[in-house]
């Protein structure tokens, strides 16, 4: 089992940035892609970016392409999201996530989030 705790988030002004962190538990991390998720008031979590075990690739959603920057460091068993050129939109609990398939079964497993305010 993996055990994620995210950090990071605060209060931003518009055009800010911040940089979440994920922490992640036992040895195990580079065998997971890692993911981050968000999800504002009154809507669905929503898909935010991914990246592969070994950090060689990464996909994003359109809403945040050329802004944010997703990166692991598998020595730390952390990944990271570099928010730059913040919008109100992007106001939300950011949460982790792992995910790996062993023998045809999909482990998922989530942080408890951390919350990000951009003011306008």
């Known amino acids: 089992q993996v055990q994620l705790v995210e950090s990071g988030g605060g209060l931003v002004q518009a055009g800010g940035s911040l940089r979440l962190s994920c922490a992640a538990s036992g040895r195990t991390f580079s065998s997971y892609n890692m993911a981050w998720f968000r999800q504002a008031p009154g809507k669905e979590r929503e898909f935010v970016a991914t990246i592969s075990r070994s950090g060689g690739s990464t996909y994003y959603a359109d809403s945040v392409k050329g802004r944010f920057t997703i990166s692991r460091d598998n020595a730390k068993n952390t990944v990271y999201l570099q928010m730059n050129s913040l919008k109100p939109e992007d106001t939300a609990v950011y949460y982790c996530?792992?995910?790996?398939?062993?023998?045809?079964?999909?482990?998922?497993?989530w942080g408890q989030g951390t919350q990000v305010t951009v003011s306008s």
């Open positions: 996530a792992a995910q790996r398939v062993v023998l045809s079964t999909t482990q998922d497993y």
